[in-house]
C-alpha cells in the first residue's frame, strides 16, 4: 500500500448475521476498527489461491459473507 492516505470510499451492505460475524473475527483479533478489520480480511482473501472465475450468471446477491451449508453459519429467516 501507499502511504497512509484513503482517497476511495467503498460501500457494502450487509446482513446482521454478516456483520455480526466481522465484528466477532474483529474483536477476537482485537482490530481497532471495523474497517482494519475489513481491510485485513480483504487482504486475507486476495492473497489466497482461488480456482476458477464468478459464473457471469450470477448476481451481486449470490454472494455473502455467510453460506447455508455450513450450519454454524445458518442464516436467520
Do not use: C, H, Y
Amino acid at each position: 500500500m501507499s502511504g497512509l492516505t484513503r482517497e476511495t470510499r467503498l460501500q457494502i451492505m450487509l446482513d446482521d448475521d454478516e456483520l455480526e460475524k466481522i465484528d466477532t473475527w474483529r474483536f477476537d483479533q482485537r482490530m481497532p476498527s471495523r474497517a482494519a478489520a475489513i481491510r485485513r480480511l480483504l487482504q486475507i482473501a486476495l492473497d489466497i489461491e482461488t480456482k476458477g472465475t464468478a459464473d457471469p450468471l450470477q448476481r451481486s446477491t449470490d454472494f455473502g459473507v455467510l453460506t447455508d451449508d455450513d450450519p454454524k453459519n445458518k442464516r436467520r429467516r
